[in-house]
């Protein structure tokens, strides 16, 4: 059954990835060195300030459902995608429940929630009766994602593999890697993260223009620290008006 589960993971990570072909490969170590130096520069900085910056540009965020009563903070500019658009960028129809794109389509975050299933073979997330374990607690996250990248390798190749490590979550810890991968017409950045919050398995796949990665990813970084359980301190937050605080254009 545990092999199930971890087919079932890897599944959800290829549903979540966008349509790609062939494409040129381009030069794999172009200013590879320098762009981690400043990515770690531009991570540093988020870690001093209170707010939130894309790039330069400090952005609005508000808290958003990402489903089984768990939250997430994201900038404004991402929105649902158009339902036709998502059906053809993820043909499949196991494709993830949470897909948000910018007004361009240039950067993308989808999130999928994964159960486990239990010894019977049903699928739950609820504590056991007798050890009020959940059959989640045991999920070794980093472990996870090093098999989800092993899966990417074999089955993308070109893909060039940068990062991997652990983010201390607002209640729980997610492991993440990032890469680069080659799609039809341009390269493209792609950062996969893993996490248990609340007996939830949560999987998600942020993907850019490769370009813009330099200004994505500590953002990104950023709304992965946000996940978590609804609590009275976010009850507001998500509806029309709600700018959180520090925040600005």
Known sequence: ??????????????????????????????????????????????????????????????????????????????????????????????????????????????????????EDGEWSGMPDKETGRSAMSDVDVEWTTKKISDHLAKVHPQNVFYEHGIIKGRQGDFSWFDFKGFGIERMYYGLIFVGVIDRRLVIGNFHCTFADYVKWKPLVMAMIESVGVCDQTYADIGKAGYRDEGLSN
Not at 15 to 43: F, Q, W, Y
């Open 1 to 118: 059954m545990f092999v199930v589960y971890v087919v079932t993971i890897k599944q959800a990570v290829l549903n979540s990835l966008p349509v790609e072909g062939g494409g040129a490969m381009g030069d794999r170590n172009d200013h590879v060195d320098r762009t981690i130096l400043l990515l770690k520069r531009k991570l540093q900085e988020k870690q001093r300030s209170d707010k939130w910056y894309l790039g330069s540009k400090a952005v609005i965020v508000r808290q958003e459902s990402i489903g089984g009563g768990l939250y997430m903070k994201m900038p404004t500019l991402l929105a649902d995608m158009d339902p036709v658009r998502a059906r053809i960028i993820f043909p499949r129809r196991d494709r993830p429940t949470i897909i948000k794109t910018d007004k361009d389509n240039n950067a993308t975050l989808t999130i999928k929630l994964v159960p486990r299933p239990d």
